[in-house]
């Protein structure tokens, strides 16, 4: 499932970053890394971007983004 | 070369000439120390606490992106320590990660490479901070983790095992509060130790990702992202393993207050509607707040002006102290309250962590006309000055999105435009209200930001589509947990911009006042207003008559007002006459220079008499030669539009030159900006006559 799909309030594991560039590797970088277990917290007023909690911080990415991020529950 | 030794002999005392001599000789003589850590971890105020340096504290990700570098005094050793800009990796792909990397690999010139770095790790976050310190493990330099935010990570009940992080680091961590400088003493001998001993821990992420390239230039020599992003998870995955020996978390209260004062700041709607409020307060506030002060500074510059008046014997040396040093730097001066307010809230918004909010609410918006979130930084900043506003575009990583906020950021309405807005607003709108109880100056001047904003919007949609065209900007932020600001680090923000302010009005504005004043004083006109025989006037009446008239013929046939009278047919169309010329020419040196230039032009040979009359009342008894009114509410409007959009500034100039790299786009900037002025304040003054005002 991609991540966009996670409701908002709900828990699930990175399985895969998809994609070889800047942005992927920012992600990685910030710690979405596959098994991390990540949660929707929100969406901003105009529908992006999202704010997704992980490894006990808040990160916010636009949905462009989070397309790339694989999860499972 | 001389001055340096005189520093130099000033720290050491006793030492004697040569021992200097050959310590400038070689200069591995000293420790040099980085100072490396993600953004709002603590990084900047450890700094102070370590060097005494005074800097500015954020909680907004990148704010510090300068390099600064203290003294660092520890017993009998002495280190330059250096600040590295926040960092939440080393992979060279933004401007902070390239200097850090420079100064990391030894590569920053009159810089060797660092004996030692500290890590500073926020406790409350310790996973995320961990990669940074796995990268700076990598470049083979000692490495000793400050773990700073310790009693919020107590207040969260997360439970951190020191010893064993330090175990498994093969490191040395140290708990430090650098508020009340616990745990100093203990990092300062920890990190000189390391800096001598040059241990370097195994790595055994390393070993699980064998296939990287050559060890001295690591992150440089992964071009392949497969690697790369393969080497990343590598060190995420022996971080994992540390963090489950060593944090045991219990609850996450803090956390859920973040969360929850979210639930509100960052709502669909509510969210938004708080955000115009807090800009709304912030401008109402510093208007109310400011208004006290500033009139008992202006009663205070009025009465040192009689002061001199009544101590020298009047002549040319009175003239000069009274109408040109102290109508011109005590008019800027005046302004103090206003922008030590303005930095105030600045400095607040930053601090708690609310600016990274607004980012988040605003992004989609400001995508939609090319611009990043993290534009929004830079952008507000640009408020309070547009100097620190550009230089705060270097987090942004794509150039060409860079350079469009730097082309946007001087039409945010900056602190050196409000001492215009509010002498207008004062002089022509004070007192009267929108719907009964909304000021109309605070109206007008919502209004005047807005222009300024809305105009870099169209700006940038236009050259993210043209000039400036490349693919959206990825938009990856942490949105850091909010934290009370540091008050004394807020206060000493705010007090350091003033300083700035005032060193400038006493420096350029003092100079610039000089010669503005010379250049009305001379040539020395001598007339005489011609009584024609059997006026009933009283003596009086003809008394004033021949002072006015001196007045103004002094000033048409000085050096500024030929100058002026050259650019009237220029500005004619605007409204403006040729004293209002002299003004605008001055003020494109910096702005607040038109209300120094124009209590100069309207106090030049008047009499003492007429001394307590105020900017304000001198404006508005301005008559052209028919009568007439030079000044009308219209005039006001236009100047103050043309204010909003017009690049008046040389520092600004010099700052957009530097960071640009490009005299091409800074004339650009300069141009189309001051091109765009006249365009808007001609439709302005022409558009309202035509409505009759």
Redesign the interface.
């Known amino acids: 499932m991609i991540l966009t799909n996670l409701p908002v309030g709900e828990t699930a594991k990175v399985v895969t970053?998809n994609g070889?560039?800047?942005?992927?590797?920012?992600?990685?970088?910030?710690?979405v890394?596959?098994?991390?277990a990540v949660k929707v917290?929100?969406?901003?007023?105009?529908?992006?971007?999202i704010?997704i909690r992980l490894?006990?911080?808040?990160?916010?990415?636009?949905k462009?983004?989070a397309e790339a991020i694989e999860v499972s529950e | 070369m001389k001055t340096s030794v005189v520093v130099e002999s000033r720290e050491s005392k006793p030492a004697s000439l040569s021992t200097e001599k050959s310590a400038i000789r070689t200069p591995k003589s000293q420790i040099v120390i980085a100072l490396a850590g993600n953004p709002n971890a603590g990084k900047t105020t450890l700094f102070n606490a370590l060097t005494g340096l005074k800097q500015k504290v954020a909680n907004y990700p990148g704010v510090t992106v300068e390099r600064k570098e203290g003294t660092w005094k520890s017993g009998e050793q002495t280190a330059r320590l250096i600040d590295l800009p926040g960092l939440y990796s080393l992979d060279v792909t933004s401007i902070d990660e390239q200097i850090a990397h420079d100064v990391l690999t030894g590569k920053v010139v009159n810089l060797q490479k660092p004996d030692a770095v500290i890590a500073v790790v926020d406790a409350t976050n310790i996973e995320r901070n961990l990669y940074l310190v796995t990268q700076l493990l990598e470049y083979k330099i000692p490495v000793v983790i400050a773990l700073t935010m310790v009693d919020l990570a107590e207040k969260q009940s997360l439970e951190i095992d020191t010893a064993k992080l330090s175990e498994l680091l093969e490191v040395p961590v140290i708990a430090v509060k650098a508020g009340q400088k616990q745990g100093i003493a203990e990092l300062s001998e920890k990190t000189f130790e390391a800096a001598q001993n040059h241990s370097i821990p195994p790595l055994p992420w390393l070993s699980e990702a064998e296939f990287l390239g050559s060890e001295d230039d690591i992150h440089l020599s992964l071009s392949d992202n497969a690697a790369a992003n393969r080497m990343i998870f590598a060190r995420y995955n022996f971080i994992s393993d540390v963090y489950q020996e060593t944090v045991k978390p219990l609850n996450t209260t803090e956390r859920g207050v973040s969360e929850k004062i979210d639930t509100v700041l960052t709502h669909k709607f509510f969210g938004l509607v708080i955000l115009i409020g807090v800009l709304l307060l912030v401008f109402q506030t510093i208007f109310s707040w400011a208004e006290l002060p500033m009139s008992l500074l202006e009663t205070g510059f009025g009465a040192l002006s009689e002061f001199f008046k009544a101590q020298l014997p009047a002549g040319i040396l009175a003239d000069l102290i009274t109408d040109g040093i102290i109508a011109g730097v005590g008019g800027v001066l005046v302004f103090l309250p206003q922008i030590l307010l303005l930095f105030l809230f600045i400095s607040i918004l930053e601090d708690t962590g609310y600016m990274s909010r607004a980012a988040f609410l605003l992004d989609k918006l400001m995508s939609k006309f090319g611009l990043h979130g993290k534009a929004f930084l830079p952008l507000m900043s640009s408020f309070a000055c547009a100097i620190p506003g550009i230089m705060a575009t270097r987090t942004i990583e794509n150039p060409r999105d860079r350079l469009a906020t730097i082309l946007i950021a001087p039409f945010m309405s900056c602190s050196a435009r409000l001492p215009v807005y509010t002498l207008m607003i004062a002089t022509f709108f004070a007192g009267e209200t929108v719907l009964g109880f909304i000021s109309l100056g605070a109206v007008l001047m919502l209004a005047m930001y807005s222009l300024g904003i809305v105009t870099a919007i169209i700006v940038a949609f236009i050259l993210k589509r043209t000039l400036l065209k490349s693919p959206p900007p990825p938009f990856v932020m942490e949105l850091p947990p909010y934290r009370l600001p540091n008050l004394r680090t807020v206060f000493q923000n705010m007090f350091m911009r003033a300083w700035l302010f005032i060193k400038r009005a006493g420096t350029t504005i003092l100079a610039i006042s000089i010669i503005l004043w010379t250049l009305s004083y001379f040539p020395r006109t001598e007339t005489e207003l011609f009584i024609p025989p059997g006026d009933n006037a009283s003596v009086e009446e003809i008394q004033k008559a021949k002072v006015d008239f001196q007045q103004s013929e002094q000033l048409r046939n000085s050096y500024a007002g030929k100058l002026g009278h050259i650019i009237e047919p220029f500005i004619a169309p605007l409204g403006f006459d040729w004293k209002i010329g002299i003004a605008l020419i001055s003020s494109f040196a910096a702005r607040e220079v038109l209300v120094s230039t124009l209590s100069i032009i309207y106090n030049v040979g008047k009499d003492a008499n007429e001394e307590n009359d105020t900017l304000k009342e001198a404006i508005k008894d301005a008559k052209k030669p028919d009568g007439s009114a030079v000044w009308t509410p219209l005039t006001a409007l236009t100047l103050m539009v043309f204010f909003v959009l017009a690049m008046q500034c040389m520092s600004t100039v010099a700052i957009v030159r530097r960071e640009t790299n490009s005299w091409a786009w800074t004339l650009f900037m300069v141009g189309y900006m001051t091109a765009l002025a006249y365009f808007a304040a001609f439709l302005t003054y022409q558009g309202g006559k035509l409505l009759g005002f």
Do not use: I
């Open positions: 970053v070889n560039n800047a942005v992927t590797k920012r992600l990685m970088e910030m710690g890394v596959p098994g991390v917290v929100k969406t901003a007023p105009f529908g992006d971007p704010e490894r006990g911080y808040s990160l916010a990415m636009r462009s983004e």
